[in-house]
């Protein structure tokens, strides 16, 4: 059964920094896509950035310069690392995969990490 778990999540002061990992994508056959997405109370949950299997990001206009979307070289594990964080960053983190693992593919989530920055 496939599991993604998401860390690195906490309570920061604005301007500071965290990184969230989602772990378990060594799990999944024929990952095509890696994103971020997070929600706010009350908001709808949407995308913050993205990695393709060959490398190639993507980042929601409020984010670009201030976060970055990474792979290890296992290709286990993506990182999102978020710096120069606002408290408009406060949300509820989700990783999700996308994969070719079936005729119709495969959309796989995490349970999600909270991030909470501080004025």
């Known amino acids: 059964q496939v599991q993604l778990v998401e860390s690195g999540g906490g309570l920061v002061q604005a301007g500071g920094s965290l990184k969230l990992s989602c772990t378990g994508l060594?799990?999944?056959?024929?990952?095509?896509?890696v994103e971020w997405y997070r929600q706010a109370p009350g908001k709808q949950r949407d995308l913050v950035a993205g990695?393709?299997?060959?490398?190639?990001?993507n980042y929601a206009d409020s984010v670009k310069g201030r976060f970055t979307i990474s792979m290890d070289n296992t290709k286990n594990t993506v990182y999102l690392q978020m710096n120069s964080l606002r408290t408009d960053d406060t949300a509820v983190y989700y990783c999700?995969?996308?994969?070719?693992?079936?005729?119709?593919?495969?959309?796989?989530w995490g349970q999600g990490t909270q991030v909470t920055v501080s004025s």
């Open positions: 999700k995969v996308l994969a070719s693992d079936s005729d119709y593919g495969s959309a796989y």
């Open positions: 990695i393709t299997s060959r490398g190639i990001t």
């Open positions: 060594r799990n999944i056959r024929s990952v095509n896509l």
